[in-house]
C-alpha cells in the first residue's frame, strides 16, 4: 500500500484527505502548503491533485478576507507620542508600517504573499506575517510610524511572536533607527533569536535613545529558507515608570454610546500608590490617548480619586485604542491600554448552528449574533442569511450560494423538506448575520446531516476491485494523518473474499481514524445482525464498533484492546435487534492509536453485511473474461458464499453454457459461515462455435438451503473474432451421393472500427488491444463538472497519471450528463469514447499546481503492412468564460505517427499534425505506407489550451498476408484441407449437415468459420413437431413463421432460423 490516502465520501466519488496541525486554520492551509513542496524536494514528485476534505471545523471565511501587503506608505506618515500601541486590528493600522524586501525575493503575484512581510486580518483579528521563500533566507524589514522620544530616557518596547510550527523554527531580530531606512537600523532592542513557540510569546524589551527625535522600530525576519511562517502582534511603546513617577489607573470602564455615535463614557481610578508601591505623594495629572493621539489631559485628579467623563467625536468607529498615562514632576508614570469599540458594531456569526434530523421537515437552528466587540448593537434588527456550504481543494471550507434569509432576529429557518428523501448525500449549511454595519466575515457551519432514503437489507459491501459500492464517511486525525501517513482507504492487495479488495483502517503515531457507513434501515428484519470480516496485523491500540442513532446518540457494540495475534481473517458478528425499531441506524469501525510510536499500525475490514442471517444459505457469483478467441480455453471465476449463519459441510457447483451443462463438482469441505470459496471452472471454446456470445451460468445447490434466489448466476462471453479475413461466398450443390462446396478466397483487407464501447467506462489500463503510453507522466486533472455548492465531482481515476481513459459522460460519478442537458463529451457514436485531459505538476516554488503540456499516446494492434487509409474522430471543448462570457477554443493538437518495426515510441515517425478545434466532432484521416507495422495517436496539446481530447471511432483494415490452406468440416469434425476454392464430401450419409471452412494463414491462425447448412433432397421428410422455421427470403421477407415444416418452398436460397439455406 502507498502513502496516499483514499477516503471514501460518497458513493462513486473518492476524495483524499489530510487534517492539519495548527493553531489556526490559516496555519493548516501554511503547514499543507510546506507538506506538499518538502515532498517535491524528497523526491516523491507524484503531487495527487484530488479533491480533499478536512474534519468539519465550526468557523469559515467568506470571500471578503482581507490580506494586505504593502511596500510604502499609503498615506502621509503621523508621528506617535510614547503610549502609542498597534494590534493590527485594521487596515489603517498596517499603513501606518513600512515594508522593505531587502533580498528582493518577494512574489506577490496573483494573490501570493511570499518573502515578503504582509498582514493577515480577518474579521478585525490581524497580525502581521512573514512568509517564507523556498530558497532564500528571510531579509525583510516591518518598521513602525516614527515615535517621538527623549534622550536618556527609557522606554519599554513590546510586543508578540510566534511561528506556525516548532519543527519550522523562525528567526528574528528587533532593531531601531531614526528612519525607516535599513542602513538606519542601528540601535538594538532584541538580538537575533529563534522563535519556535506556536502560541504568542511576549517580549518586552528596553530602549534607550541617547538623543531626543524621532525614532521607528524595525522587526527583521531573518529565517532561514524553508520555515513557513513568522508572525508579529501587539507592539506598543511606553516610556519605563521611574520608582516615584504614578503607577496605572485602575477600575477602567469604557462604555460605548448605546445609540452608536462617535462617543464614550469613560470610568477609571486614578494611581493611588507610585510605581514603586509607596503612596503616591504627588500626581501632576493623567494623559487620555487615543489611538495614540492625546484627546485630554486631566490636571485635577487627587491619587486615588475616581473621574468620569465623555469623549466625544472619536475619530474612527470601530476598534479604539485608548491608552492612560498618569505623570508627576519626576516624569511619566505606568501606562494601562486597552480598546474598545466605538459605534455601531458588526454582528458576531451566529453560534449553535444546527440541523435537526426530521424525516419531514429539517430545522435549520441557531443562537442569536452578539456584538462582535461589545460595541452598539440593536438584536432585533439582524438579518441571518443562509448559505451552502463548499470546500476548495485544499479542504478549505467557503461559503456559496446564498438560499435564504431570516429577518428581525428570528433565529430558525424550516428547509421544506425531510431528511429521509432522495439520493445519498450530506448536507451542511452556514449562517451568516447582518445589521446596518455589515455583515459577519466568518459564518458558523452546522452539524453534518445525512439526507436519502436509507439503505435498506440486507445490506452488503466487499470492495470488489478496491471500490466502494455503498456510501462510505471517512474521519481522520492525528500527527499521522497530518504527514499522509494515516487514514482510511481501500486497497487491493488484500481481500477475505478474493475479490480484489477490502477497507483499511491505518495509523502512524497519535491517531483516530475510521469510517461511517450511510443510514441502514433495520425495518422488516426480524433478527439483525453487524458481520464482517476482520484482520489485524498490529498489537497496539483500540478497535470500536459502534451504532449511531438518531437523536440519541453513540452505542458501542464493542470497544476491544488490539493485541498480537495470528494475523488472519476473523469473522465478527453483532446483534442488531435491540435497534429494529429506530428510523435507521448508522454503523461505524474506528481505530485508535494514542501511542507517541512512530510506526505503520494497520487493520482490514472486508465483507461487511448487515441484516437477517438464515440457518443455512449459500449464494454464487460468477465473472468470466468478456471476450475469448474460438479455440481458447477461458477460466471462468465462481465465488461460493456462505451468508448463512450455519456452517455447510457439502454442496454442488454447476456450470452451465448456453444451456447445456459442462460440468458438476461435489464439494465435501466445510464452509463456515461468511466464508467464501473461490472455483476456477475451465472451458476451452470450440474453434467452430457458431454463436457469437456465450452465455455462462454457475448454480451452486446445497440441502436444506433456504433461499434459492442467489444460487445461481450468470455472464456472458463474447466470441471474439481474429483479424483476418474468412472466406467469402459459401455454397453447395449435390452430385449423387456428393456434396461439392464452393467459396470465393477472402477479401485481402477488412475494415476494422473499435467503437470503444465494449471497455469497462473509467479504464486506464488493458484497453483492448490498444498500447497507451503517457509520455508526460504527470497528475491528470479534472475541472469538467461542478455541483451547485461550486465543488467539483470527480471521475474515477482522477490524479492517476494515464495517457487515455475510457471516457463515458453516461456514468459520471453515477450522473447521466446527456440526460441533463450537458452535452460537451458526447461520444461520436455509442456512450463512450478515448479522452486525453490536461495535467498538472506542482510548482516547488510558488505551491501553484501548473498545466503542462500533453504527450499521450494510443497506439494501434499490428498491421498487415500493406498501405492503407486509417481514420478516426476527434472532438475537443469550446468553454465560457464565466467572468467575462467570452467562449474560449481549447484547440488541441494531435499528431499521426507510424512505425516499421514495433511500439516502441522513439521508433514512430510523424505522418502528418492536425488541429482539433470547434468542439464538434471531425474526421481525421491518414495514408499509412507500405511496410507499416502499427500507428499512434498523439495528443501534443500546449499547456495554455491544454483540457480534453477526445478520441472515438477509430477505423483500419486488418486480415491481409496469404492464405496457406482451407479447412473444411463437416458437423464439427475436420474432414480435409485444400489450397483450391472447392472440395467434394463424398459419400455423405444422409440427412441434414453443417459444414464449416476457414482460411488458414502463416502460424496456423485461422479465420472465423464461414458456415452454411446442407440439405439434401428429402428434406421435407423432417417431421419434428418439436422443431420450427423462421423462414425469411434474402430480401428480409419473411415467408413463414414457427412453421413445423419447410415442405412448400421452391428451389433457391432462403435464410432458415439465422441461417443460410439452398434448397435444390
Known amino acids: 500500500m502507498g502513502k496516499k490516502i ?99 525575493d518577494n512574489d506577490t503575484i496573483n494573490g501570493k504573499k511570499n518573502g515578503i512581510w504582509s498582514l493577515l486580518l480577518n474579521d478585525q483579528n490581524g497580525m502581521a506575517m512573514y512568509y517564507y521563500n523556498a530558497k532564500n533566507a528571510a531579509d525583510d524589514w516591518l518598521i513602525s510610524p516614527g515615535i ?106 469604557i462604555t460605548p454610546d448605546a445609540s452608536a455615535s462617535l462617543k464614550a463614557n469613560v470610568n477609571f481610578t486614578a494611581p493611588k500608590t507610585s510605581y514603586d508601591g509607596m503612596p503616591l505623594t504627588s500626581l501632576g495629572g493623567i494623559r487620555v490617548l487615543v489611538n495614540g493621539t492625546q484627546v485630554k489631559n486631566i490636571n485635577t485628579l487627587n491619587p486615588g480619586e475616581q473621574y468620569n467623563f465623555v469623549i466625544d467625536n472619536i475619530p474612527q468607529e470601530g476598534l479604539n485604542s485608548f491608552t492612560f498615562l498618569p505623570y508627576n514632576e519626576i516624569g511619566d508614570g505606568e501606562a494601562y491600554v486597552t480598546s474598545s469599540y466605538i459605534g455601531l458594531d458588526f454582528p458576531s456569526a451566529p453560534t449553535n448552528v444546527k440541523l435537526s434530523d426530521d424525516p419531514n421537515n429539517i430545522i435549520l437552528s441557531w443562537s442569536a449574533a452578539r456584538p462582535m466587540h461589545n460595541g452598539a448593537f440593536f438584536p432585533e434588527k439582524v438579518t441571518y442569511n443562509i448559505h451552502t456550504v463548499s470546500y476548495d481543494n485544499l479542504g478549505q471550507v467557503q461559503l456559496g450560494d446564498k438560499i435564504g434569509e431570516v429577518t428581525n432576529g428570528q433565529t430558525e429557518y424550516a428547509l421544506g423538506y425531510g431528511a429521509d428523501k432522495g439520493k445519498p448525500r450530506q448536507l451542511e449549511l452556514a449562517v451568516t448575520s447582518k445589521n446596518a454595519k455589515g455583515e459577519s466575515e466568518k459564518g ?56 480484489g479488495g477490502c477497507l483499511y483502517l491505518q495509523t502512524l503515531m497519535n491517531d483516530s481514524v475510521g469510517v461511517n457507513t450511510f443510514k441502514i434501515s433495520l425495518a422488516g428484519t426480524h433478527h439483525p445482525i453487524l458481520a464482517f470480516k476482520q484482520k489485524n496485523t498490529t498489537a497496539s491500540g483500540m478497535f470500536y464498533v459502534y451504532a449511531t442513532i438518531p437523536n440519541k446518540g453513540v452505542v458501542y457494540l464493542n470497544k476491544e484492546k488490539l493485541v498480537a495475534g495470528e494475523t488472519k481473517w476473523q469473522t465478527y458478528k453483532y446483534d442488531l435487534s435491540q435497534f429494529i425499531n429506530e428510523r435507521y441506524v448508522q454503523l461505524g469501525f474506528a481505530f485508535a492509536d494514542k501511542s507517541n510510536e512512530s510506526s505503520t499500525k494497520v487493520l482490514f475490514i472486508d465483507n461487511i453485511r448487515v441484516g437477517d442471517l438464515a440457518d443455512r444459505d449459500l449464494s454464487v ?141 473509467w479504464a486506464i489500463t488493458e484497453i483492448g488491444n490498444w498500447t497507451f503510453v503517457d509520455g508526460d507522466k504527470a497528475t491528470t486533472a479534472g475541472d469538467f463538472l461542478y455541483d451547485s455548492n461550486g465543488t467539483e465531482i470527480t471521475y474515477p481515476n482522477e490524479g492517476e497519471p494515464f495517457a487515455f481513459i475510457v471516457f463515458n459522460p453516461h456514468d459520471f460519478n453515477g450522473r447521466d450528463l446527456p440526460a441533463g442537458g450537458l452535452h460537451t463529451f458526447d461520444a461520436h457514436s455509442g456512450k463512450q469514447s478515448l479522452a486525453s485531459v490536461h495535467s498538472t505538476q506542482m510548482n516547488m516554488y510558488s505551491f501553484e499546481q501548473e498545466t503542462v503540456a500533453n504527450d499521450d499516446w494510443i497506439i494501434s494492434p499490428e498491421l498487415p503492412r500493406l498501405a492503407q487509409t486509417i481514420s478516426f474522430y476527434a472532438n475537443n471543448v469550446v468553454a465560457t468564460n464565466q467572468i467575462t462570457g467570452q467562449k474560449v477554443d481549447l484547440k488541441q493538437t494531435v499528431q499521426i505517427l507510424y512505425s516499421t518495426s514495433d511500439t516502441d515510441i522513439n521508433h514512430f515517425n510523424i505522418l502528418k499534425t ?69 472440395y467434394i464430401d463424398v459419400n455423405v450419409t444422409k440427412g441434414n449437415h453443417i459444414y464449416q471452412v476457414t482460411a488458414s494463414y502463416i502460424n496456423n491462425i485461422e479465420s472465423a468459420p464461414t458456415t452454411i447448412e446442407v440439405i439434401p433432397t428429402g428434406i421435407s421428410t423432417v417431421s419434428n413437431s418439436s422443431i420450427t422455421y423462421d423462414i425469411y427470403t434474402l430480401s428480409g421477407v419473411c415467408l413463414k413463421h414457427q412453421a413445423n415444416t419447410l415442405k412448400g418452398l421452391r428451389r433457391g436460397i432462403y435464410i432458415i432460423n439465422g441461417k443460410k439455406v439452398i434448397i435444390k
Not at 501554511?30 to 478536512?54: A, E, F, P, S
Not at 501534443?940 to 491544454?946: D, I, L, R
Not at 478520441?951 to 484441407?977: A, F, Q, T
Open 6 to 104: 483514499i477516503l471514501l465520501i460518497i458513493q462513486g466519488v473518492i476524495l483524499a484527505t489530510m487534517p492539519i496541525y495548527g493553531q489556526t486554520t490559516i496555519d493548516k492551509l501554511l503547514i499543507h502548503n510546506h507538506i506538499l513542496q518538502q515532498k517535491l524536494q524528497m523526491g516523491d514528485t507524484t503531487i495527487y491533485n484530488c479533491n480533499r476534505r478536512d474534519m468539519p471545523i465550526s468557523q469559515l471565511k467568506n470571500n471578503r478576507q482581507k490580506s494586505v501587503s504593502n511596500v510604502q506608505h499609503k498615506q502621509s506618515p503621523i508621528i506617535y507620542e510614547p503610549g502609542w500601541s498597534v494590534d493590527f486590528s485594521n487596515v489603517e493600522q498596517w499603513e501606518q508600517f513600512t515594508i522593505i524586501d531587502a533580498n528582493g
Open 148 to 253: 517621538n522620544l527623549k534622550g536618556g530616557k527609557t522606554y519599554y518596547v513590546k510586543f508578540k511572536l510566534r511561528c506556525v510550527q516548532a519543527t519550522y523554527p523562525e528567526r528574528i531580530e528587533v532593531k531601531y533607527g531614526n528612519a525607516t531606512k535599513v542602513a538606519a537600523m542601528t540601535g538594538e532592542i532584541l538580538t537575533p533569536t529563534e522563535i519556535s513557540n506556536t502560541t504568542f510569546q511576549e517580549y518586552t524589551q528596553t530602549l534607550k535613545p541617547l538623543n531626543d527625535g524621532v525614532y521607528y522600530i524595525g522587526f527583521h525576519a531573518i529565517s532561514d529558507a524553508f520555515r513557513i511562517a513568522l508572525y508579529v502582534d501587539d507592539i506598543s511603546v511606553e516610556a519605563a515608570p521611574e520608582a516615584k513617577s504614578p503607577s496605572k489607573v485602575t477600575n477602567v470602564t
Open 444 to 499: 458558523n457551519v452546522s452539524n453534518t446531516l445525512l439526507l436519502g432514503v436509507p439503505d435498506s437489507t440486507p445490506y452488503y459491501e466487499s470492495f470488489v476491485n478496491g471500490r466502494e459500492n455503498k456510501v462510505l464517511i471517512p474521519f481522520a486525525e492525528g500527527q499521522g494523518v497530518t504527514f499522509q501517513m494515516a487514514g482510511v482507504g481501500r486497497t487491493v492487495d488484500e481481500s477475505s473474499d478474493a475479490d
Open 621 to 761: 457469483a460468477v465473472t468470466a473474461d468478456k471476450e475469448v478467441m474460438r479455440s481458447e480455453t477461458t477460466n471462468i471465476h465462481a465465488k461460493v458464499s456462505n451468508v448463512g449463519d450455519k456452517s455447510i459441510n457439502a454442496y454442488q457447483l454447476l456450470l452451465i453454457v448456453n444451456g447445456k451443462e459442462i460440468s458438476r463438482q461435489q464439494i465435501n469441505e466445510p464452509l463456515s459461515s461468511l466464508d467464501i470459496k473461490t472455483f476456477e471452472l475451465s472451458y476451452k471454446i470450440d474453434k467452430l462455435e457458431a454463436a457469437e456470445q456465450l452465455n455462462i451460468k454457475v448454480i451452486v445447490l446445497a440441502d436444506g438451503d433456504i433461499n434459492d434466489e442467489n444460487n445461481s448466476a450468470n455472464t456472458n462471453i463474447a466470441i471474439k473474432k481474429p483479424d483476418v479475413s474468412p472466406v467469402q461466398n459459401l455454397s453447395w450443390v449435390q452430385v449423387g451421393n456428393d456434396i461439392k462446396l464452393s467459396w470465393e478466397k477472402p477479401i485481402p483487407l477488412m475494415i476494422k472500427t473499435d467503437d470503444i464501447e465494449s471497455y469497462t467506462p
Open 914 to 982: 492536425v488541429e482539433i478545434s470547434g468542439g464538434e466532432w471531425q474526421k481525421i484521416e491518414a495514408e499509412l505506407p507500405e511496410g507499416t507495422k502499427f500507428f499512434a495517436i498523439r495528443n501534443v496539446t500546449k499547456p495554455s489550451t491544454a483540457y480534453i481530447l477526445l478520441i472515438d471511432d477509430i477505423s483500419y483494415y486488418v486480415g491481409g498476408g496469404n492464405v496457406e490452406k482451407y479447412n473444411i468440416y463437416r458437423d464439427g469434425i475436420l474432414i480435409g484441407s485444400t489450397t483450391d476454392y472447392n
